[in-house]
């Protein structure tokens, strides 16, 4: 017996979108009210405050009302003046893409660009700011998803800084899922979204801005308003008596409570622990199986992804179409780069749980054992198990 493909998968565990909790599923479903009405407008400054509180922000983070693409595309409109020069950071798919969007309104957008399994160098970065002062604006993917790695943004995050230039910082697939923030990173702009680590649908951006970009996107007269892509139009909007500059997504804003409440009670460092455990539980059975990572090193991988490197001769599409077909279960292709050449399992929001690593696992050797491969799938989940009682057992 066979999955189709027009029937949905039994267990979806990609990199993003993820499964969404069934407590934001029962949220999206609540009484959709007039955004004008007096019980939504505090309701919706309860959200922002809840998500202060998550974010550990010093006032609301904004919430826009699209995907985070909305959110990147509108740091590099409303930070990047016409007379700027960006440093742009490319690890990935991610971050080479944010740099396209940066041209569109720098002066000129210099590049420190490396191989995509590996990370960005914070001191390459130190003395590249030190040859070129004119530098005000960097740019970093902090897990390039479409990778499965992490870059350091808290030691660059520091050396900008120190620079006096401003970070924007893609943290949409980390935020949520390990320990991250805009304020341990010095950002200038934090970009995250709730549909990944925080287990919503993709509709939302969370973007948290500092006093001192704020005060250079007040100063830069090219900076959106009255506009999708714009900052300052929402800034004030989570006050209960600010008007909203137009109708937020209300249905979304009430799966962001759920899901807010849910990181909040379960608490940062218990969620965070559950990713890190699965992605070690996974990597230990992908390893153990005969299969190499991506990333080159492993403390540069993601604990919200595990990105699989094809065996030689082995491309990662029908993989992947055989693992949907055999045992129901999805996952995820690279991007661009990285199309073809690996697998990604998502650990992120409901799916960061220890047995879905033993799935994964079983479903992605099972399909490379199909293939001709040469796994050892038992060794895999045997390994995979191991690691999963050590942390049970202490
Ligand atoms: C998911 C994601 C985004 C949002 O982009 P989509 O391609 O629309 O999903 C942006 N940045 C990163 C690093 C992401 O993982």
Not at 115 to 135: M, N, Q, T
Not at 177 to 202: D, E, F, R
Not at 260 to 284: F, I, M, N, Q, S
Not at 366 to 379: H, P, T
Request: charged content about 20%.
């Amino acid at each position: 017996m066979r999955y189709a493909e027009t029937r949905p998968p039994v267990f979806t565990l990609t990199a993003g979108p993820v499964d969404a909790y069934p407590e934001v599923l029962r949220a999206l479903g609540r009484t959709v009210l007039y955004d004008y009405d007096p019980a939504f407008q505090a309701f919706y400054e309860s959200v922002a405050l809840k998500a202060q509180k998550a974010m550990g922000t010093d006032t609301p983070p904004l919430i826009l009302q699209g995907e985070p693409v909305l959110a990147l595309e509108g740091a590099a409109a409303s930070l990047i003046a016409k007379e700027d020069v960006v440093l742009n950071l490319a690890s990935g798919v991610y971050g080479k893409g944010f740099g396209y969007w940066a041209a569109r309104y720098a002066k000129k957008v210099e590049e420190i660009e490396v191989p995509y399994d590996s990370a960005i160098d914070p001191e390459k970065v130190r003395a590249f700011l030190k040859e070129h002062p004119e530098v005000r604006v960097v740019c970093v993917c902090n897990h390039d998803t479409p990778s499965g790695t992490l870059n350091d943004i808290e030691a660059i995050g520091a050396i900008v800084a120190e620079a006096g230039a401003l970070m924007i910082v893609d943290a949409v697939s980390s935020w949520g899922g390990m320990p991250t923030s805009p304020a341990a990173s010095q950002a200038g702009i934090y970009v995250t979204g709730p549909n990944k680590c925080l287990g919503c649908p993709p509709a939302l951006s969370l973007v948290a801005v500092s006093d001192a970009a704020w005060d250079k996107i007040e100063a830069n007269p090219d900076a959106p308003f009255a506009s999708m892509l714009s900052y300052s139009d929402w800034k004030n909007a989570w006050k209960k008596t600010e008007p909203f500059p137009f109708t937020p997504s209300v249905a979304e804003i009430n799966g962001l409570d759920a899901a807010l409440d849910r990181y909040l009670e379960e608490g940062p460092e218990a969620v965070w622990a559950r990713h890190a455990l699965t992605a070690k539980v996974c990597r230990e059975g992908i390893k153990a199986m005969g299969v190499q990572l991506w990333p080159v090193t492993e403390d540069i991988a993601s604990p919200t992804t595990t990105s699989v490197r094809m065996p030689d001769g082995i491309d990662a599409g029908p993989i992947l179409a055989e693992a949907r077909a055999r045992y129901g279960i999805s996952m995820s292709a690279g991007r661009a780069e990285t199309l073809g050449k690996l697998i990604r399992i998502g650990h992120m929001g409901p799916t960061a749980q220890p047995a879905y690593a033993l799935l994964a696992v079983a479903a992605l050797g099972g399909a490379l054992r199909a293939a001709g491969a040469e796994v050892d799938v038992a060794a895999g989940l045997a390994a995979a198990q191991a690691a999963w009682d050590a942390a049970i057992d202490g």
